[in-house]
């Protein structure tokens, strides 16, 4: 059963009921069926207006409803990938400015996911420097706090306002080539498919991280392991 972190509530805004008529508003049912089984947790963090609201709910329902609200969810949501299904748990978070690790909603943030979506709008240079600053924070908490990598994705939002552009697509291709995440520009306003290409994205990745973390060590690994033990045995009779 999926326990939200302290101090939230699981907030099941797409009931059941409202996912079955989802065929009404042009998502296919299946996709959007909520389930309680939980593959991943998947955290949507970025500035204020830059749309992440609006990402989430284009996975979710397929379309684009224009105005949010500001409410802080945490959406279940079940699609195929490559066949197999897959439970997400999508938190769609609001800002915050503090960014510490010890008591903070960001730490709790980063502790309960295994993958994150990072957006900026593609007309706000601000938004981008800050999707920069959660990279490093984002990584440097999951050291301090000793955990598993998690994969990171860079999603440049509201392409179809490039003709008020103040951040090139290089800038984020090289961003995400930099911090080793996977970059993506897409709008929320105008297409569902490359919204959807976001989150596969992601899952791939998550699947990729977990497998690595699985994976038995190899012949170099069991040489690499040995030699630790005996060099430390060497220091030790010393
Ligand atoms: N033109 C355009 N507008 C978008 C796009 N995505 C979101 N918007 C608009 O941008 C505004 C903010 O979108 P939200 O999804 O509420 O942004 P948010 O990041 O969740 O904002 P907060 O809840 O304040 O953190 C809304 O008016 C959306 O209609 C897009 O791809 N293109």
């Not at 939980?38 to 397929?62: C, P």
């Not at 593609?122 to 990279?135: E, G, K, Q, Y």
């Not at 497998?211 to 030699?227: D, Q, W, Y």
Request: glycine share 6%; aromatic share 10%; with cysteine.
């Amino acid at each position: 059963m999926f326990t939200p972190p302290t101090g939230l509530s699981y907030n099941k805004c797409w009931e059941p009921a409202a996912a079955a008529s989802s065929a009404s508003y042009g998502a296919e049912r299946l996709d959007t069926t909520v389930s309680l089984k939980m593959d991943a947790n998947i955290v949507v963090m970025g500035t204020e207006s830059v749309g992440k609201s609006a990402l989430t709910v284009r996975l979710l329902t397929r379309r684009f409803i224009g105005e949010y609200g500001d409410i802080e969810s945490i959406y279940s949501h079940s699609f195929m990938v490559d066949g197999r299904e897959t439970a997400l748990n999508i938190w769609d978070s609001p800002y915050s400015e503090d960014l510490s690790v010890g008591t903070s909603l960001f730490e709790k943030k980063v502790q309960w996911a295994d993958g994150y979506v990072l957006v900026y709008s593609i007309c706000d240079r601000a938004s981008f420097n800050t999707v920069s600053r959660l990279i490093q924070t984002i990584k440097s908490t999951k050291d301090y706090l000793n955990a598993d990598k998690a994969p990171i994705v860079i999603v440049g939002n509201k392409r179809d306002l490039h003709h008020r552009r103040t951040v090139l697509s290089e800038e984020g291709w090289l961003l995400a080539l930099k911090t080793d995440c996977h970059f993506y520009e897409v709008s929320a306003a105008e297409n569902y498919h490359s919204v959807l290409m976001v989150f596969h994205g992601l899952v791939d990745r998550m699947r990729d991280a977990k497998l690595t973390a699985k994976r038995p060590l190899g012949f170099k690994g069991i040489v690499k392991s040995m030699s630790a033990v005996f060099a430390r045995r060497r220091t030790d009779s010393f």
